[in-house]
């Protein structure tokens, strides 16, 4: 009989709780199983985790009632939501709740919620330094996550609040890697000033989560923050310059212009980024290089990053 504990995975098939995924299952001795928790069970992603060994639960988490099937019986959970989907922090705030529900319902021994900030703390609705959004929020796929915590604090259920940081891999999927501007120069575009902004492989979040679980109950009620580097967006553009081998430059320029980029969310990143920039050394602070390296020693780098997936990065 199987001594393996069941960690039950939100966001399975995406970048996060992928992570995890494939984490727990390359690691044979880790003590762990997977439930992958997907809203499509025959998906070619969510196959491709059952052929590796994970196994499928059909969710909805805008459905309550389904989030109890994969937390009956498990050890614990990672709970992940995915704003761009919907754009509604609402919904967000609503999809977080119900999974702390459920884990308390479950008497889960363990969940990570993976949470940001709710910028309205630094900045108040009332400070028009930037424009609020949505009437509730200043930065919404941050503000609805860092709301979402007191769900899990008020209904005790044991948690680990997990701080992440700008993907590497949005260079790949979301349009933030090096763009020709008119001149044919290659340029990432940042609202950041000269402040650094913490970056991170999304892989290294699921191997992160993995050790904090396998910690056992270390890290439950804290906030930990999870980077591989700070870069400046001039470090950032001599990385990619090295890495890629072509000449790249950073482009800085004031959020109100990136808000005006017109692209889904424009407004939203426009005003995170000028949070990022704003409140660099708190937010850097908060995702603790070291810290993060003790907890998982083989964190990347950019230019790690770089070697493995640079090539993917369309240019």
Request: glycine share 8%; net charge negative; with cysteine.
């Amino acid at each position: 009989m199987s001594t393996q504990r069941i960690l039950a995975v939100a966001g399975a098939t995406g970048a996060q709780g992928g992570g995890l995924v494939r984490a727990i299952l390359n690691d044979p001795d880790s003590g762990f199983s997977v439930r992958a928790m997907t809203r499509d069970v025959k998906s070619d992603k969510a196959r491709a985790l059952a052929d590796l060994g994970a196994e499928l639960v059909q969710v909805d988490l805008d459905d309550r009632a389904s989030i109890d099937q994969p937390f009956e019986g498990a050890y614990g959970a990672f709970c992940v939501t995915f704003f761009w989907e919907h754009f509604s922090p609402e919904k967000e705030n609503a999809q977080a709740t119900a999974m702390a529900q459920a884990a308390k319902d479950a008497g889960l021994q363990h969940v990570i919620w993976s949470t940001l900030e709710d910028t309205r703390k630094w900045i108040p609705l009332s400070d028009d330094c930037m424009p609020t959004l949505k009437e509730k929020y200043k930065v919404p796929h941050f503000d609805a996550k860092g709301e979402a915590d007191q769900a899990f604090r008020d209904l005790d259920v044991p948690t680990t609040f997990l701080l992440t940081s700008c993907y590497f891999e949005n260079m790949i999927y979301f349009g933030m890697g090096p763009q020709k501007n008119e001149q044919g120069q290659y340029v990432v575009t940042l609202p950041m000033g000269d402040q650094k902004l913490p970056w991170i492989a999304v892989e290294d979040i699921g191997k992160s989560a993995l050790a904090i679980f396998k910690a056992g109950r270390q890290y439950i009620g804290k906030t930990i923050g999870v980077a591989g580097e700070h870069l400046t967006g001039d470090e950032l553009a001599a990385g990619l310059s090295k890495g890629l081998k072509l000449p790249v430059t950073y482009q800085a320029v004031e959020p109100a212009v990136y808000r005006s980029f017109g692209f889904p969310g424009a407004d939203d990143l426009g005003n995170m980024f000028q949070f990022n920039r704003d409140f660099s050394d708190y937010f850097c602070d908060a995702r603790d290089l070291n810290a993060a390296r003790a907890l998982h020693p083989d964190m990347q780098t950019l230019e790690m990053w770089l070697k493995d997936y640079g090539s993917r990065i369309p240019l």
